[in-house]
């Protein structure tokens, strides 16, 4: 006999008055794991997801609107490949193995921004991702033919799109300069594709995205070469994807045992030479490498595998013949430029053998570190050449600035649209100012001017985009050059786009309308000279007016010395560019996007901990009901118990054994508990895919449980339901064992006389004082509440739910203090002649702490999931307001496409032909996009870097949009917006953003900063300073355009309008229609407003229907209340039956007297919870759920009294006189 | 030479209780002293409400007394604490109820030990179960050692309670109206049997009954009458 075999025998003796115990405890620990599960599960879908849309990716290159070769992966698996020649493998170290080329080891594919629509034009789709994709895209190595594209679900579904059916999908061609540059074509921008559907692609890898979110993206896939062909870039890519290397570790013993025990068949091997080889050779296990480890990896390889195509750089010898009559030599020079126009700072340091400082001194004028020889030699050009330590190896080069210039005027005379080049000698002598210029013959003669003659030049500021500033500056006449030779250089002029393949004049698309007439001389010149420059000046001169964010030269030259040849020095200079410049620095940035991704998944909103929160009410009402009906069992064993302290046990002792009952019911429970929380999390996640939908945004659920995760469930589950356990018997076996062994319950009626007559009357005493303190306090409570309420009403404050909050939780304060001064003046009462109904009311008073207990549970559990409803958001509150979640603003737009106008300006305007009529009293907040992780509600993940929305300060603190919710330490309120424009000692960028999404979303709080990457692969910081409240802004932190366009000067034109409009509505459609082609889609602010809000009103609604099912739980417990109060009065119900009661009337007395209990909390409850969602009930839009509340309420009164006539009927079952017998 | 401390002594013990209500103090017992030395036996008899099995109760440090002391083998019992006390019911007095208190979950064997469980004394433990058998036996139960409480007759749930209290070899047996809820037959075998353990056990044994040839095969008989003993 030991402890435990008294333990096991009293659960099994027990057994059925344990089972209650049993499934309440099985009830808390299913809710309990349940929610853990719900977490796994949605970290496990997010994780699916994550790793669904990286379409095997580990580790990417994704260049935006930079293209490089298409064949970089074909140079890159050559270099990581051992078995080729080119390999670089034995350089490089953690050495890897990778996949091959059918897909294993990456893919490359050239992703545009599109919308598309049906040919019938029955449905369109914006914002879908047009992706060019090689045939190892797939696993299943589709190969899209020509003509044909391959559509993910989502798309097809938005389309309703089906194989066979045609549609157009648009997209911008990719345009070589910025389109925000001046010098760019406004035609041509955008390229109709008309496409059948062949196939709609699995979700792997057909919902591939680079972008982390919930949504799933509108995908339409073609062949790379297709869509290269149809953009006008044919053979380049952005998006490079590599992953699924491995690594290897020494087998350890173990590794060799199981190798030894599984695989000897497989190499054919003898026994005891393979057991030989398992156990006597060194052997290498594979293991998949981190993504860390492939990034390490690839970038040392991505070194040596990038070429100057990939950086969109050329270079080209020039062979400048000389005129004869001159007798000048032939200039032989090799030049350095961009297909983007512009060379970058970095390459332009590169290139020179300059520090590279990304923002700093661009004057192509040697750098400190520049040797002054030309250093040439015959280094291969072959891309695959092992480089060398990065090169200091500088060379003469010289840079150059061409530049379009409007007017070249000279008093009267002027020249229209000319180049001008900026430039150093010999194209202009060394000696030359920068307020000086050489113009060329024709041009002298053109505008009659000679040295010492004074032109002006009139050119539109580089990126002033469709603003067109134009500026003027005046030069003199340093001399004449003869348009030979040097001088009648046409590649001077870079390849502007719409410019330099025009055959005239007039078939130029400058990107802005001609407004200077272009004479007939000037037509002859572009026929004969093309863009041959008019005028050189210097290159400081044509830097300080034409310097713009996309670059400070068009070109860099170098003159070829006589001792060497050209092609050696073209190989030199792109060598030493190369070996100076980082990949990253022309775009090629690989990212770990895997490690990214499972990040976001794995730190994502935690929806365990959520639906905790959400369950404990649940959790709350199984426990209590479980230690309830345990306390119960355990009073029913009153004897047993006086038994053993008879017998010498202490009470600790019995407590201890009774406890360890306990912790066997509750590890019991638990185990069924896990069963049932599978089912509960399968039921929550149906929840969340139908009815709470909301909640997580569009990604379906699907149910996944760690083995650790339902471990730890049940660990807790048990924990909990013990420690409740523990809780409610710290009380029991107080009674002593001679009252025990008699019966069980003090019976009250007498005390032993140690006590005085002193302290009974101060016994007394103080309990007359806190009757009348409950009183005293319910009716302050009830006081103050009615004070807030008048409050609220006097000063116009109806809407404010914190207020009303308040009351409501002081009336419950005051109304459960009434219950209790009430159940006093019951006991008190008496009458000659009792009904039976005065009696009930007055037994509801004897356990006055028992009733109150129910009246207290019932009354916060009804108060707290209904006036939980008090917090829901209403997006249509004060929707005009300017400090409203919409800023006052009727719509948001967004577009696929930039749109690089200006649309409150006429002529912004007239680009979409849009009438100035229709869009009177409409404004556009323009912002540009740097697209990111969606850091809204809508995202589950934890977004790592979330989309960046560049705008003009000033414009939003002029309208004092928006609500603050807080600004960060040391930044000052009353500047608001203005705060974006300040800049930061440390060089972080200042940002605002919602402060629902800072907390939630990105997991981060005013002051801290994140880390971004810019276009040139530098890493900066954006530090958060404000917080705006509940706004449209969710998901995006917000950036000055200003530091927008320094960090990210290729991101053309704005993609995100917030408008003010009249409050009719007439130009939406018109303005949807003219602006359909950039894929222009207007949402009113409210509507979006209420899409963000459905997460938290869902998540209330979440609260309120498990708070419900809790409560409804909790009722139950109000039969084990009446279980308990009628088995220890049977002898006194009786008596009733033994004076002539009925049966039924007696049993109806004890219904009465605990539906008064019900009804007392239930309407203290209610009624506080009413005034605290007043503010929700009276809104216009009234979205509170009065129907699905009432049902939950109505359901737990129901509940309540049948749990209260089933537990009186139970109670008073049998011979209920031979209770007066035993007695 | 004078006389062996008695085993238990019991001088001027009082009890009494006032009404919640205020109406006054009802005195249960007064001025209660006694002394019996080892291996003596004692019937208390009295009418009921006489107090007999507070006085009981009192005795084996169930209850405490108003007033007066009580002293076990010489040891103020008074001055201990619940846990000593409980340590004191466990190892040094048995107890025999009139409804027997069996834990109905447990066997015969099991419920004999159960008294065991209380003690961490190891060399209680270790012969525990040999001296569980050898009583059992004794009292003509041996072969009903796996039987539960519900399986047996009243007379033999008796004997199992008498051998519970004897498994911790206690000095002082007390039993509160053991054979009242016995037939005849019954209560003569239970009371031969109890004479026998008082006897053979050497234990001192007080025996709170109504049962006349009970009380008369006692060595001592006290009555107790409006709270006095005489």
């Given at each position: 006999m030991t402890t435990w075999t008294l333990i096991l025998r009293s659960l099994r003796f027990h057994v059925r008055s344990h089972l209650g115990a049993l499934l309440g405890a099985a009830v808390g620990s299913a809710v309990l794991v349940g929610a853990l599960v719900v977490g796994d599960s949605v970290r496990g879908s997010l994780r699916e997801r994550a790793l669904e849309r990286l379409a095997g990716a580990d580790v990417s290159i994704n260049s935006g609107d930079r293209f490089f070769d298409s064949s970089l992966l074909e140079r890159t698996w050559q270099s990581v490949n051992p078995a080729s020649n080119a390999g670089q493998s034995g350089q490089i170290s953690p050495e890897l193995i990778w996949g091959g080329l059918d897909g294993k080891f990456g893919w490359v594919g050239l992703m545009l921004p599109a919308t598309a629509a049906r040919q019938d034009g029955e449905a369109r789709a914006n914002r879908i991702n047009l992706i060019g994709v090689s045939t190892n895209f797939f696993p299943s190595r589709i190969a899209i033919e020509p003509g044909s594209v391959w559509l993910n679900a989502s798309l097809a579904s938005q389309l309703h799109a089906k194989v066979g059916d045609a549609l157009v999908l648009r997209t911008h061609k990719p345009s070589a300069l910025s389109r925000d540059a001046v010098i760019t074509p406004r035609d041509d921008q955008s390229v109709a594709l008309r496409l059948k559907v062949a196939g709609i692609a699995p979700d792997a890898p057909g919902n591939f995205s680079m972008v982390g979110g919930q949504m799933l993206p509108l995908n339409a896939f073609m062949g790379l070469e297709q869509l290269g062909t149809a953009a006008g870039i044919v053979g380049r890519a952005n998006l490079l994807t590599v992953g699924g290397a491995y690594t290897t570790r020494p087998g350890s013993f173990f590794d060799r045992v199981i190798l030894w025990l599984t695989s000897p068949r497989l190499t054919g091997l003898p026994r005891s030479r393979f057991r030989d080889a398992v156990f006597r050779s060194s052997l290498a296990i594979a293991v998949p490498a981190s993504s860390a480890q492939q990034l390490t990896n690839l970038e040392q390889h991505l070194k040596f595998t990038w070429s100057m195509r990939d950086a969109e750089l050329t270079t080209r010898t020039l062979r400048l013949d000389a005129s004869e009559k001159s007798g000048e030599p032939m200039h032989l020079l090799v030049e350095l430029n961009t297909s983007r126009i512009f060379l970058e700072a970095p390459v332009v340091a590169a290139a020179l053998g300059k520090e590279k400082n990304g923002t700093g001194d661009q004057t192509g004028s040697p750098g400190k570190l520049t040797p002054l020889t030309t250093a040439v030699s015959t280094v291969s050009s072959e891309p695959l050449v092992p480089l060398g330590p990065?090169?200091?190896?500088?060379?003469n080069g010289i840079g150059v600035l061409t530049y379009l210039v409007n007017l070249i005027r000279a008093g009267e005379r002027a020249a229209p649209y000319s180049m001008v080049t900026a430039t150093g000698a010999p194209w202009v002598p060394a000696d030359m100012t920068d307020d000086e210029i050489l113009v060329n013959e024709w041009l002298a003669e053109d505008l009659k001017v000679r040295v010492g003659d004074r032109v002006e030049l009139s050119y539109y500021l580089a990126d002033s985009g469709s603003q067109l500033i134009e500026r003027t500056n005046s030069f003199r006449v340093r001399g004449v050059v003869p348009l030979k030779g040097l001088h009648a250089d046409r590649t001077l002029m870079p390849e502007f786009p719409g410019i330099a393949k025009a055959e005239s004049t007039h078939d130029w698309d400058a990107g802005f309308k001609l407004t200077h007439k272009i004479r007939d001389q000037d037509e002859t010149y572009w026929k004969q000279h093309r863009g041959t420059p008019k005028a050189f000046i210097t290159l400081a001169a044509g830097q300080k007016m034409w310097s713009n964010r996309f670059g400070n030269l068009t070109a860099i030259r170098w003159l070829v010395p006589t001792n060497t040849s050209p092609e050696s020095l073209r190989a030199s200079i792109e060598s030493n560019t190369r070996a100076n410049l980082d990949p990253e620095d022309v775009g090629l940035k690989l990212e770990p996007v895997r490690e990214r991704a499972l990040a976001a998944a794995n730190q994502g909103q935690d929806f365990g901990q959520l639906f905790l929160g959400f369950s404990f009410f649940l959790i709350g009402a199984a426990l209590i009901l479980m230690a309830m009906l345990f306390q119960f069992g355990v009073e029913q064993r009153a004897s047993e118990i006086g038994t053993l302290l008879a017998l010498g046990f202490q009470p600790s002792q019995v407590r201890r054994l009774l406890l360890a009952e306990g912790v066997v019911l509750s590890a019991l429970g638990a185990v069924l508990g896990v069963a049932g929380g599978i089912a509960y999390a399968k039921g929550m996640l149906w929840g969340l895919s139908t009815i709470w939908r909301n909640a997580v945004g569009a990604s379906p659920l699907r149910y996944h449980a760690e083995p650790m995760t339902l471990v730890i469930g049940a660990v807790a589950g048990t924990a909990v339901a013990a420690l409740v356990i523990w809780y409610g018997l710290r009380k029991q076996v107080r009674q002593p064992a001679r009252v025990l062994l008699a019966g069980g319950e003090v019976q009250g009626e007498m005390i032993e006389s140690s006590r005085s007559p002193a302290s009974e009357e101060s016994l007394r005493g103080s309990s007359f004082a806190a009757i009348g303190r409950a009183g005293r306090a319910g009716l302050l409570s009830i006081a103050v509440a009615l004070g807030l309420i008048s409050f609220a009403f006097a000063t116009s404050q109806t809407s404010n739910a914190g207020l009303f909050f308040g009351a409501g939780a002081l009336l419950l304060m005051g109304g459960l203090a009434f219950a209790s001064r009430f159940l006093r003046r019951l006991l008190r009462h008496a009458s000659v002649v009792p009904s039976l109904g005065d009696l009930a009311l007055r037994n509801a008073a004897r356990r006055r702490k028992r009733s109150l207990a129910v009246i207290a549970l019932l009354a916060c559990g009804s108060f707290l999931i209904t006036s939980i409803g008090a917090f829901r958001l209403d997006s249509d509150k004060d929707a005009l307001k300017r400090s409203s979640g919409t800023g006052g603003f009727r719509y948001i737009g967004e577009s696929s496409l930039p749109v690089v106008v200006n649309l409150n300006t006429k002529s912004g305007r007239e680009e979409f032909g849009l009438d100035e009529k229709d869009l009177t009293g409409v404004n556009f907040v323009q912002m540009r996009v740097r697209d990111g992780d969606d850091a809204s509600c809508l995202n589950l993940n934890r977004a790592q870097r979330p989309r960046l929305l560049g705008v003009e300060p000033a414009e939003l603190q002029r309208l004092t949009a928006f609500s603050f919710a807080g600004f960060a330490k040391g930044f000052e309120r009353s500047q608001s917006w203005g705060l974006l424009a300040e800049s930061h000692l440390d060089g972080a960028i200042p940002a605002i953003g919602d402060a629902a999404s800072i907390q939630w979303a990105l997991g981060k709080k005013l002051g801290d900063t994140l880390d971004y990457t810019d276009k040139r692969g530098r890493e900066f910081k954006v530090r958060i300073v404000g917080a705006v409240a509940n706004s449209i802004l969710q998901g995006n932190l917000i950036i000055s355009e200003d530091a927008f366009k320094e960090r990210f000067p290729s991101e053309s034109g704005y993609r995100m309008f917030l408008i003010d409009a009249p409050s009719n509505d007439t130009f939406a459609p018109g303005l949807t229609r003219a602006m359909q082609d950039v894929g222009f889609e207007l949402t009113p602010a409210t509507a979006r407003l209420a899409a963000l809000n459905a997460v938290q009103n869902t998540y209330l609604n979440t609260f309120q229907v498990l708070g419900g099912l809790g409560l409804l739980l909790g009722s139950a417990g109000l039969g084990v209340v009446v279980l308990r109060n009628v088995l220890e009065r049977r002898s006194e119900l009786a008596v009733l039956l033994a004076v002539g009661f009925r049966r039924r009337a007696v049993q109806r007395m004890v219904v009465t007297e605990h539906g008064a209990l019900l009804l007392i909390g239930l309407g203290v409850g209610v009624a506080a919870a009413l005034v605290a969602v007043l503010p929700a009930l009276i809104s216009p839009r009234g979205e509170f759920p009065l129907v699905s509340l009432a049902l939950t309420l109505g359901g737990v009164l129901a509940s309540g009294a049948v749990w209260t006539w089933i537990a009186a009927a139970l109670a008073m079952r049998g011979k209920l006189i031979e209770a007066l017998r035993s007695e | 030479m004078p006389d062996a401390l008695p085993v238990l002594r019991l001088t001027n013990v009082s009890k009494r209780y006032s009404s919640t209500d205020g109406g006054g103090e009802l005195v249960v017992l007064q001025g209660i002293s006694l002394d019996l030395q080892g291996g003596e036996s004692a019937a208390i008899v009295g009418p009921s409400g006489s107090g007999k099995s507070t006085l009981l109760n009192i005795i084996g440090t169930l209850d405490r007394p108003s007033s007066g002391q009580v002293l076990l083998d010489n040891e103020d019992l008074s001055r201990l604490d619940d846990n000593q006390l409980a340590a004191v019911r466990n190892r040094r007095i048995g107890f025999i109820f009139q409804g027997h208190h069996l834990l109905p979950q447990c066997t015969v064997l099991e419920n004999v030990l159960?008294?065991?469980?209380?003690?961490?004394d190891a060399s209680l433990r270790n012969g525990a179960e040999a001296r569980a058998r050898r009583l059992l036996d004794r009292v003509g139960l041996g072969a009903r050692l796996t039987h539960r409480p519900g399986q047996l007759s009243g007379g033999e749930r008796q004997r199992v309670a008498d051998v519970r209290a004897l498994i911790n070899q206690p000095k002082l047996l007390l039993a509160d109206e053991p054979t009242g809820a016995l037939d005849r037959a019954s209560a003569e075998k239970l009371s031969d049997l109890l004479v026998e353990l008082n006897r053979e056990e050497g234990v001192t044994l007080i025996v709170v009954t109504h049962a006349p040839h009970l009380a008369r095969r006692m060595k001592r008989v006290f009555e107790l009458r409006d709270g006095k003993l005489e």
């Open positions: 990065r090169a200091n190896v500088s060379t | 159960v008294p065991v469980l209380a003690t961490k």
